[in-house]
């Protein structure tokens, strides 16, 4: 008796003794099961911010790998579990009966039959890269789901499994299989459809989509059967579900945003993004894009990009990289266009408008120049090529006038402007301000289409927020756009304004004058009309065509031209851009214009001649109301004249009594400017003459070309010869005779139209110019080689 006493205690000190090897042994070899399970590569996927698929990128291992799901449909869900694995919610990683069964049906087979893994098994050898099938690989999984039963929930290990399941060829995982055979989101899965995957991971080598379908039939349709002899389906849903075909292709995966997905590819790779682009409004972007392609296309234009951004959140809806193409490489159509940068144009005039209205360095209605130019060997000329003489800074950003933007650049500065394009998001700004020189605003750099979308989003968020937070600015108003949902936001500071909401407010009202495309024509006599701000550009040489449009809620973006570069007759701003622009806003929801910020504008005189404040000469008076901190000073061209008593000639205290003198106030532009300007306004009334007898006290003469003297070169005519300086000269009055002469040399007279071609030697020159009313003028230049 005392020997079996000491026998049994003996016996349950190597029982506990094995027990607590093993349980060493278990915990410690918990560390041979990785963290996490799966080291693999993922394709990158794309989805909507409704999570509706939008494209995807195979993984680096060359399969349609989708990362991991959050959840399992219960289609997918009852149909797997009913053919893998009925006791997988109640077994602790492993099954002891399947295992027995396993083992009894593979000796009476004499040959592997049947494995009796669970799908915490599966799941393990699918993460160890499915080993051959073999008894050390065996207890090795077995080992692994203990392991994983404890480290996961049921609902994770089964997640797990529809992502890593193998589906035939290169697909593998639950998410990719759906698209890729039945062409939908696993979720919208028929009973027929998820029970054919359910069954495919079983033998994915020998039943394959479109070969062996027979076999792949008779699996699923058992499986439909023991649906429903566990009351999963209805006998209806059954006979359905077995009619219903087979697929019979691999489907290509939906391809709605390839420029995006590309730029995600290369960013989050391997990665499911989020995005914040709308299904719907991608697909009528698409469908406006390609309508417009086949119109342009007949002008040899093939390429296109348009974004569609939201106000005040800066996501972008809507991202047309370029024109799509069965051959991508025939015109440059892979390109994504919206992150290539490309030539201004006209389009950043808008900015510089704005800012110099915040510096309180502009009026909207003061008189710009508008007459022939040329500064520090820059020729600027207006699209038409015409002049105006003075045309009011609102209605030149309107009619987006070159010379008037170059001298509202030179009084500004190159280098603030530059500065300030900087910090409001042109990143590719990559030369010094002196590299650019003036022709900064009008195409001189180039830019992105998704930082332009983003500085006149800004723009928008700006006059927006302060609206809707009681005039808050923000520390940094000019971020970035945004096109992934999971991106965090950081709490934003108060701070100074870098341009305020008023001076936004008017920029955007001067745009809102903007003439728009024929097919928009008389918007403004509808109610319903929604008020775009809109701005165009074209690139020199006719290479690159933009618009950019303006609401309270959206922005839209558009760029036309070629990817290499070409340039085409007709390829402006207005007719190939701007109607692509206004197609897609029809496309958005209506929004109501943007409040007038009130607390930072204020009501000011100015003359209503020349736009100025009004000195004590100005008739005439009108009242605007501009952003607070204005600068400008009283108007420079209204005068007091002195007229003899019949009021028809310009008289002075040497030459008429003083006492018979009428006095008048008079509206007098210096003589280039005139030159134009009454042309284009007819009831511009020009000085009157002067008595003879009386001297001349106003500059009757001056030189409209050149502009610069210290540099003048002589031109080369297509042949190869020396051309000739054309010398153009403005003069007050009409039916006068000029007198040339360059170096005291006589050289010719002019009457009505004053120009001289002139071919002087290199070197520094006198011309003197004398009219027949004894006024003169005298320049000195210098001929230069080049």
């Given at each position: 008796?005392?020997?079996r006493?000491?026998?049994?205690?003996r016996a349950?000190?190597?029982?506990?003794?094995?027990?607590?090897?093993?349980?060493?042994?278990?915990?410690?070899g918990g560390?041979?099961v990785?963290r996490?399970?799966f080291?693999?590569?993922?394709?990158?996927?794309?989805?909507?911010s409704?999570?509706?698929l939008?494209?995807a990128r195979i993984?680096d291992?060359?399969?349609w790998?989708f990362p991991?799901?959050?959840?399992?449909?219960?289609?997918?869900?009852?149909?797997?579990?009913?053919?893998?694995?009925k006791?997988?919610y109640f077994?602790?990683?492993?099954n002891?009966?399947?295992?027995?069964?396993?083992?009894?049906q593979?000796?009476?087979?004499?040959r592997?039959v049947?494995?009796?893994s669970?799908i915490?098994?599966?799941?393990?050898?699918?993460?160890?890269?499915?080993k051959?099938?073999?008894?050390k690989?065996?207890?090795?999984?077995?080992f692994?789901?203990l392991?994983?039963?404890?480290?996961?929930?049921?609902?994770?290990i089964l997640?797990?499994?529809?992502?890593h399941?193998p589906f035939?060829?290169?697909?593998?995982g639950l998410d990719?299989?759906?698209?890729r055979?039945?062409?939908?989101?696993?979720?919208?899965?028929s009973w027929?459809e998820a029970?054919?995957?359910?069954v495919?991971p079983?033998?994915?080598?020998?039943?394959?989509?479109?070969?062996?379908?027979?076999?792949?039939?008779?699996?699923?349709?058992?499986l439909?059967?023991?649906l429903l002899?566990?009351?999963?389906?209805d006998?209806i849903t059954y006979?359905l579900?077995?009619?219903?075909?087979?697929?019979?292709?691999?489907?290509?995966?939906?391809?709605l945003a390839?420029?995006?997905?590309?730029?995600?590819n290369?960013e989050k790779?391997g990665?499911?993004?989020?995005?914040?682009?709308?299904?719907?409004l991608?697909n009528?972007?698409?469908?406006i894009v390609?309508?417009h392609?086949q119109?342009?296309?007949?002008?040899?234009?093939?390429?296109m990009?348009?974004l569609?951004?939201?106000?005040?959140s800066?996501?972008?809806?809507?991202?047309?990289?370029?024109?799509?193409?069965?051959d991508?490489t025939?015109h440059?159509?892979?390109?994504d266009?919206?992150?290539?940068?490309?030539?201004?144009g006209s389009i950043?005039?808008?900015?510089?408008?704005?800012?110099?209205?915040?510096?309180?360095?502009?009026?909207p209605?003061?008189?710009e120049p508008?007459?022939?130019v040329?500064?520090?060997g820059?020729?600027p000329?207006?699209?038409?090529?015409e002049?105006?003489?003075?045309?009011?800074?609102?209605?030149?950003?309107?009619r987006?006038?070159n010379?008037?933007a170059v001298?509202m650049?030179?009084?500004?500065g190159?280098g603030?402007?530059y500065?300030?394009l900087?910090?409001?998001?042109?990143?590719?700004l990559?030369?010094?301000?002196e590299?650019y020189?003036l022709?900064l605003?009008?195409?001189g750099a180039e830019?992105?289409?998704w930082?332009?979308?983003g500085?006149?989003?800004?723009?928008?968020?700006?006059?927006k927020?302060?609206?809707e937070?009681?005039?808050?600015y923000?520390?940094?108003?000019?971020?970035?756009l945004?096109?992934?949902e999971?991106?965090?936001?950081?709490?934003?500071?108060r701070?100074q304004p870098l341009?305020r909401?008023?001076?936004?407010y008017?920029?955007?009202?001067a745009?809102?004058?903007?003439?728009r495309?024929?097919s928009e024509?008389?918007w403004?006599h509808?109610?319903?009309?929604?008020?775009?701000?809109?701005?165009?550009g074209?690139?020199f040489?006719?290479?690159?065509a933009?618009?950019?449009g303006?609401?309270?809620?959206y922005v839209?973006?558009?760029w036309?031209?070629?990817?290499?570069?070409?340039?085409?007759?007709g390829?402006?701003g207005?007719?190939a851009?701007?109607?692509v622009?206004?197609?897609?806003f029809s496309?958005?929801?209506f929004?109501?214009w943007?409040?007038?910020?009130?607390?930072?504008?204020?009501s000011?005189e100015v003359?209503?001649?020349s736009?100025?404040?009004p000195?004590?000469f100005?008739?005439?008076?009108?009242?605007?109301?501009?952003?607070t901190?204005?600068?400008?000073?009283?108007?420079?061209?209204?005068?007091?004249?002195?007229?003899?008593k019949?009021?028809?000639h310009r008289?002075n205290?040497?030459c008429?009594?003083?006492s018979?003198m009428?006095?008048?106030?008079?509206?007098?532009l210096?003589?280039?400017?005139e030159?134009y300007?009454?042309?284009?306004?007819?009831?511009?009334?020009?000085l009157?003459?002067?008595?003879?007898g009386?001297?001349?006290?106003e500059q009757?003469?001056?030189?409209?070309?050149p502009r610069?003297?210290?540099?003048l070169?002589?031109?080369?005519?297509?042949?190869g010869t020396?051309g000739?300086?054309i010398?153009?000269l403005?003069?007050?009055s009409?039916?006068?005779?000029v007198?040339w002469?360059?170096?005291?040399?006589f050289l010719?007279?002019?009457?009505?139209?004053?120009?001289?071609?002139?071919r002087p030697?290199e070197?520094w020159h006198?011309?003197?110019v004398?009219?027949?009313?004894?006024n003169?003028?005298?320049?000195?230049?210098?001929?230069v080689?080049?």
């Amino acid at each position: 008796m005392f020997g079996r006493k000491i026998y049994i205690k003996r016996a349950g000190r190597k029982l506990l003794i094995f027990l607590l090897l093993f349980l060493m042994l278990f915990f410690i070899g918990g560390w041979l099961v990785p963290r996490p399970l799966f080291k693999t590569s993922y394709s990158t996927v794309l989805e909507s911010s409704e999570g509706e698929l939008l494209g995807a990128r195979i993984s680096d291992d060359e399969q349609w790998r989708f990362p991991p799901v959050d959840s399992v449909p219960v289609k997918y869900e009852k149909c797997v579990l009913n053919f893998e694995d009925k006791y997988f919610y109640f077994h602790p990683g492993i099954n002891l009966f399947s295992m027995a069964r396993a083992v009894f049906q593979n000796i009476r087979a004499r040959r592997i039959v049947s494995g009796g893994s669970t799908i915490t098994m599966q799941v393990c050898r699918l993460a160890r890269g499915q080993k051959e099938r073999t008894i050390k690989n065996k207890l090795i999984e077995i080992f692994w789901a203990l392991h994983v039963e404890l480290r996961y929930s049921k609902s994770e290990i089964l997640e797990m499994y529809a992502s890593h399941a193998p589906f035939g060829g290169n697909v593998v995982g639950l998410d990719a299989a759906a698209w890729r055979y039945f062409g939908r989101d696993p979720g919208q899965l028929s009973w027929a459809e998820a029970a054919t995957l359910a069954v495919l991971p079983n033998a994915p080598s020998l039943i394959y989509p479109g070969r062996l379908d027979q076999r792949l039939k008779q699996k699923r349709d058992q499986l439909l059967n023991q649906l429903l002899f566990e009351n999963e389906i209805d006998s209806i849903t059954y006979d359905l579900a077995i009619s219903e075909p087979l697929p019979e292709k691999v489907n290509a995966l939906p391809e709605l945003a390839f420029h995006i997905t590309e730029k995600a590819n290369a960013e989050k790779h391997g990665q499911r993004i989020h995005s914040t682009l709308r299904y719907e409004l991608q697909n009528r972007v698409n469908e406006i894009v390609a309508r417009h392609h086949q119109r342009l296309k007949s002008n040899f234009i093939h390429n296109m990009a348009v974004l569609v951004v939201e106000i005040p959140s800066k996501k972008v809806l809507a991202y047309v990289g370029n024109t799509a193409s069965t051959d991508s490489t025939a015109h440059g159509n892979q390109v994504d266009v919206v992150q290539a940068p490309r030539s201004t144009g006209s389009i950043l005039k808008p900015f510089l408008y704005c800012k110099m209205l915040d510096d309180g360095l502009l009026l909207p209605t003061m008189l710009e120049p508008d007459i022939p130019v040329r500064l520090g060997g820059f020729t600027p000329v207006n699209f038409d090529r015409e002049y105006n003489g003075a045309v009011p800074a609102e209605e030149a950003l309107a009619r987006s006038l070159n010379i008037p933007a170059v001298h509202m650049l030179k009084d500004y500065g190159v280098g603030p402007f530059y500065s300030f394009l900087k910090k409001a998001g042109m990143s590719s700004l990559k030369e010094q301000p002196e590299h650019y020189g003036l022709s900064l605003i009008l195409g001189g750099a180039e830019v992105k289409l998704w930082d332009l979308a983003g500085m006149y989003a800004s723009l928008g968020t700006i006059l927006k927020r302060y609206d809707e937070e009681d005039g808050f600015y923000s520390s940094d108003p000019f971020s970035p756009l945004i096109w992934d949902e999971n991106l965090q936001i950081t709490e934003e500071e108060r701070t100074q304004p870098l341009v305020r909401a008023a001076s936004v407010y008017s920029t955007f009202d001067a745009l809102l004058k903007v003439k728009r495309p024929e097919s928009e024509a008389g918007w403004e006599h509808f109610a319903h009309s929604r008020k775009i701000a809109w701005k165009t550009g074209t690139s020199f040489g006719f290479r690159d065509a933009w618009a950019v449009g303006v609401t309270s809620r959206y922005v839209v973006a558009v760029w036309c031209g070629n990817a290499d570069g070409e340039g085409r007759a007709g390829l402006t701003g207005v007719t190939a851009a701007a109607p692509v622009m206004f197609d897609v806003f029809s496309s958005l929801p209506f929004s109501e214009w943007f409040p007038v910020p009130v607390d930072e504008m204020t009501s000011i005189e100015v003359c209503a001649e020349s736009g100025y404040r009004p000195g004590k000469f100005c008739p005439e008076r009108k009242v605007v109301q501009i952003p607070t901190g204005n600068k400008i000073g009283v108007c420079p061209w209204h005068q007091r004249i002195h007229l003899n008593k019949e009021g028809t000639h310009r008289v002075n205290a040497d030459c008429y009594p003083v006492s018979e003198m009428q006095h008048k106030s008079w509206f007098v532009l210096p003589p280039a400017m005139e030159y134009y300007y009454k042309r284009q306004n007819v009831l511009y009334a020009t000085l009157p003459p002067l008595m003879p007898g009386c001297s001349e006290t106003e500059q009757q003469l001056e030189f409209i070309y050149p502009r610069e003297w210290n540099r003048l070169f002589i031109p080369v005519d297509l042949d190869g010869t020396p051309g000739k300086i054309i010398f153009d000269l403005a003069h007050r009055s009409n039916n006068v005779t000029v007198y040339w002469y360059l170096d005291n040399r006589f050289l010719g007279t002019t009457k009505n139209v004053h120009q001289l071609e002139l071919r002087p030697d290199e070197g520094w020159h006198n011309i003197t110019v004398t009219d027949n009313l004894g006024n003169s003028l005298t320049k000195r230049f210098k001929v230069v080689n080049r």
